[in-house]
């Protein structure tokens, strides 16, 4: 299907970006990896009146180790940080999620600033964030600023974002000694999009959780932390029945929507299933790391 007419334009740095932002606000979209863009403008769900390519501009790209965490440009495209030694050395779980984002062409192509702006909750990125609280760095015509991530999704396809304002680099922290991850989804096929993912990210001190983490994708129109069941990790020894009682209470207050994939109630019971299995295996990969 061809796209619906819009103007185009290729800024090649970030301030040129901006300006084009400012002048048309919510008439414009930005251009990434185009993954996610290119076939809502195919289907007729978005019809911008300008298209901004931010392709052309070299800034946007690149992965850097900072005092306490990893920094990555917007533009990255999602098979670098796959590949990237810095990100699979102190993020993890970033790590473990990357590969599972739709197949070698998408990743090719998609961006981790795309994913993360597009703001899928059925995406594998925006509960990574959630999980580990990391930050959005925007620049607008007033200057820079900084956004968490549980301020950052704020609906199904929507962020905190204005619309004079480009998200230019997502920060994640250094995982800590004795990190163990796992990122669950269950999905009808490869490459699809999960059904019910989470992102686990445990700390084991001297065999005692001393940081739980657990972020749901695909049960609401946000990636959803599971604080109920993060607070009952803390303080224990990792053991089958804690897990049960965590899985327990992680799906207790999440109403998944229904649709051609799953009733809410199955998503419920898979969501449930891979809590156990995610903890079980943050655990062990947790006491592999010490």
């Given at each position: 299907m061809k796209l619906p007419p819009f103007e185009y334009e290729a800024p090649t740095t970030v301030e040129e970006a901006i300006d084009l932002l400012a002048e048309h606000l919510d008439e414009a979209s930005v251009l990434a990896g185009g993954q996610s863009l290119i076939p809502l403008l195919a289907l007729r769900l978005a019809r911008p009146e300008v298209l901004i390519?931010?392709?052309?501009?070299?800034?946007?790209?690149?992965?850097s180790a900072t005092d306490g965490g990893v920094a990555i440009g917007a533009m990255t495209r999602e098979y670098v940080a796959e590949e990237s030694k810095v990100i699979a050395d102190t993020v993890p779980l970033l790590a473990a999620a990357l590969p599972l984002i739709g197949h070698e062409a998408i990743r090719s192509r998609g961006t981790i600033g795309g994913s993360l702006a597009h703001a899928d909750a059925a995406a594998e990125l925006p509960a990574v964030a959630r999980?580990?609280?990391?930050?959005?760095?925007?620049?607008g015509p007033s200057g820079m600023r900084v956004i968490l991530a549980a301020q950052w999704f704020e609906g199904y396809l929507t962020t905190s974002r204005r619309p004079d304002e480009l998200?230019?680099?997502?920060?994640?922290?250094?995982?800590?000694p004795g990190t163990g991850v796992s990122f669950q989804e269950v999905?009808?096929?490869?490459?699809?999009?999960?059904?019910?993912?989470?992102?686990?990210?445990?700390?084991?001190?001297?065999?005692?959780?001393?940081?739980?983490?657990?972020?749901?994708?695909?049960?609401?129109?946000?990636?959803?932390?599971?604080?109920?069941?993060?607070?009952?990790?803390?303080?224990?020894?990792?053991?089958?029945?804690?897990?049960?009682?965590?899985?327990?209470?992680?799906t207790g207050d999440i109403d998944p929507p229904a649709d051609l994939h799953g009733s809410s109630d199955y998503r419920k019971t898979v969501a449930a299933t891979i809590v156990r299995r995610g903890l079980r295996?943050?655990?062990g990969n947790a006491l592999e790391r010490q």
């Open positions: 390519d931010i392709n052309g501009i070299a800034e946007l790209s690149g992965v999980a580990l609280d990391a930050e959005f760095v925007v620049r998200l230019v680099e997502v920060r994640f922290p250094t995982a800590r999905a009808r096929r490869h490459g699809d999009f999960a059904i019910v993912g989470l992102a686990v990210s445990l700390v084991l001190s001297g065999g005692v959780i001393s940081d739980a983490r657990l972020a749901f994708a695909g049960v609401s129109d946000v990636p959803v932390r599971a604080a109920a069941a993060e607070d009952l990790l803390a303080g224990e020894r990792p053991s089958a029945e804690l897990f049960d009682e965590a899985a327990r209470l992680a295996a943050a655990a």
